[in-house]
């Protein structure tokens, strides 16, 4: 799995990058200058009527109902978990709270132990599958990375969920519904995102970011899946869009990331076929990317998508 190692560099740039994706978004920063792990407490942004969303490591999206309320990531370890379940309690209006993950990553999935007991725990078969292959892989991976990792996601057990779905599921909140739907393989197989129909709001998960350079971890992600995916979201336009990883915006971000990813998985393809090395293709694609994408935030990361591309079509 040495392709696992590529994505320490790529969630640095992201943690990196978010410092820097505009006013709209202050993160806070631990005394040594990084940026901080834990969820910010009491710094809850209103995205739409029933919308809330913690900016952080990741965007927590909080979907309120008069019935009940859907929690969308975890953060990172149990009292991150705590934190994002504590803000969801201060907005509730009813007493059912669900809990839903974008992909089983630990920043997504692994604060759940965090949550109450009570909580319905939803998220996607596919999902669920990967999660019990290569969840505490992941957890191991993150826990090394730092001594402040590894404190956070001391002891982590994924619990069975309450709830799965095939392709799609709608949950009644009272009120507002979410629309919880899984498109395919992207960054993960089990990618979910969460449309709150009434408010227009799609929240994304890793699948449409904001100026971000697609992040493929390891084989369980495709690029060429990721921009069927993206091309089955184009018809649909949302006034608001959520991202994880980045700062929230509005349908303009599906056309802006399905641009980007088929051009550069076209020249990838394009310069595999004329013979070009990987690592040749990507020092051609860095500058250029660069130079057609200046604003994107993490284009140094572009020499692993070419190196995962090159190993999905060889
Ligand atoms: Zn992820």
């Given at each position: 799995?040495?392709?696992l190692?590529?994505?320490?560099?790529?969630?640095?740039?992201?943690?990196?990058?978010?410092?820097?994706?505009?006013?709209?978004?202050?993160?806070?920063?631990?005394?040594?200058?990084?940026?901080?792990?834990?969820?910010?407490?009491n710094?809850?942004?209103?995205?739409?009527?029933?919308?809330?969303?913690?900016?952080?490591?990741?965007?927590?999206?909080?979907?309120?109902?008069?019935?009940?309320?859907?929690?969308?990531?975890?953060?990172?370890?149990?009292r991150?978990?705590?934190?994002?379940?504590?803000?969801?309690?201060?907005?509730?209006?009813?007493?059912?709270?669900?809990?839903?993950?974008?992909?089983?990553?630990?920043?997504?999935?692994?604060?759940?132990?965090?949550?109450?007991?009570?909580?319905l725990?939803?998220?996607?078969?596919?999902?669920?599958?990967?999660l019990?292959?290569?969840?505490?892989?992941?957890v191991?991976?993150?826990?090394?990375?730092?001594?402040?990792?590894?404190?956070l996601?001391?002891?982590?057990?994924?619990?069975?969920?309450?709830?799965?779905?095939?392709?799609?599921?709608?949950?009644?909140?009272?009120?507002?519904?979410?629309?919880?739907?899984?498109?395919?393989?992207?960054?993960?197989?089990?990618?979910?995102?969460?449309?709150?129909e009434?408010?227009?709001?799609?929240?994304?998960g890793?699948?449409?970011?904001n100026?971000?350079?697609?992040?493929?971890?390891?084989?369980?992600?495709?690029?060429?899946?990721?921009?069927?995916?993206?091309?089955?979201?184009?018809?649909?336009?949302?006034?608001?869009?959520?991202?994880?990883?980045?700062?929230?915006?509005?349908?303009?971000?599906?056309?802006?990331?399905?641009?980007?990813?088929?051009?550069?998985?076209?020249?990838?393809?394009?310069?595999?076929?004329?013979?070009?090395?990987?690592?040749?293709?990507?020092?051609?694609?860095?500058?250029?990317?660069?130079?057609k994408?200046?604003?994107?935030?993490?284009?140094?990361?572009?020499?692993?998508?070419?190196?995962?591309?090159?190993?999905?079509?060889?």
């Open positions: 799995m040495t392709s190692r590529t994505y320490r560099t790529v969630l640095v740039f992201t943690l990196t990058a978010r410092l820097f994706t505009g006013s709209a978004i202050v993160m806070g920063r631990a005394p040594q200058g990084l940026p901080t792990l834990m969820l910010p407490e710094q809850v942004t209103q995205v739409s009527d029933h919308v809330f969303a913690i900016i952080g490591f990741p965007n927590i999206g909080i979907v309120v109902g008069n019935r009940a309320t859907l929690v969308v990531d975890t953060g990172l370890g149990p991150n978990g705590a934190i994002a379940a504590r803000e969801a309690q201060k907005l509730s209006r009813g007493s059912v709270l669900y809990l839903t993950t974008t992909h089983y990553h630990p920043e997504h999935a692994a604060g759940e132990g965090g949550f109450p007991p009570n909580t725990l939803v998220r996607t078969i596919e999902q669920q599958k990967e019990e292959q290569r969840g505490m892989q992941f191991e991976m993150f826990s090394s990375r730092s001594a402040q990792m590894k404190e996601l001391a002891g982590v057990k994924f619990r069975a969920p309450d709830i799965t779905f095939d392709r799609e599921i709608t949950l009644d909140l009272g009120g507002v519904t979410a629309r919880l739907f899984w498109m395919g393989q992207a960054h993960t197989k089990g990618d979910e995102l969460i449309d709150v009434p408010d227009s709001t799609l929240i994304s890793d699948v449409v970011q100026k971000l350079v697609p992040n493929l971890p390891d084989d369980n992600a495709s690029l060429k899946s990721w921009v069927e995916v993206l091309s089955k979201l184009r018809p649909t336009s949302w006034q608001h869009i959520v991202p994880d990883h980045s700062a929230p915006g509005d349908s303009s971000l599906i056309e802006q990331n399905y641009q980007f990813f088929s051009q550069l998985e076209a020249r990838i393809l394009e310069l595999k076929r004329q013979g070009k090395s990987a690592d040749e293709a990507a020092q051609i694609l860095l500058a250029e990317f660069k130079a994408y200046p604003d994107w935030s993490n284009l140094n990361a572009i020499p692993n998508v070419v190196k995962h591309v090159y190993s999905e079509n060889a």
